[in-house]
């Protein structure tokens, strides 16, 4: 069983930023791709950033230059940097995994989602 678990969100004004975590944990034996995704109320979810085993990096067009995204793999983590947030960053944002078990299954995999509220 795998697990990810998202964390680091919250409530912040405008032009502050906030670093999510998320956590894979369970029968692993590799991770593949590391992404972020959001959804906002009412809309469909979308891309915010993504990262390969090898560290290349892309971006949404909305978050490039102010989001960064990492990961550790000693630690199976992956984070997102957000800088210079907006209202319209406001949405529950989830953390995605490609993965092989240690059973060798490939699997996609979600967290629940941790909430980001930006107040102008």
């Known amino acids: 069983q795998v697990q990810l678990v998202e964390s680091g969100g919250g409530v912040v004004r405008a032009g502050g930023s906030l670093r999510l975590s998320c956590l894979v944990s369970?029968?692993?034996?590799?991770?593949?791709?590391m992404a972020w995704y959001r959804q906002a109320p009412g809309k469909q979810r979308e891309l915010v950033a993504r990262i390969t085993e090898g560290e290349r990096t892309n971006y949404g067009d909305s978050v490039l230059g102010r989001f960064t995204i990492s990961r550790d793999n000693a630690k199976n983590t992956v984070y997102l940097q957000m800088n210079s947030l907006k209202p319209e960053d406001t949405a529950v944002y989830y953390c995605?995994?490609?993965?092989?078990?240690?059973?060798?299954?490939?699997?996609?995999?979600w967290g629940r989602g941790t909430r980001v509220t930006v107040s102008s």
């Open positions: 369970g029968n692993i034996f590799r991770i593949n791709g």
């Open positions: 995605n995994a490609d993965l092989t078990t240690s059973g060798l299954v490939y699997l996609s995999s």
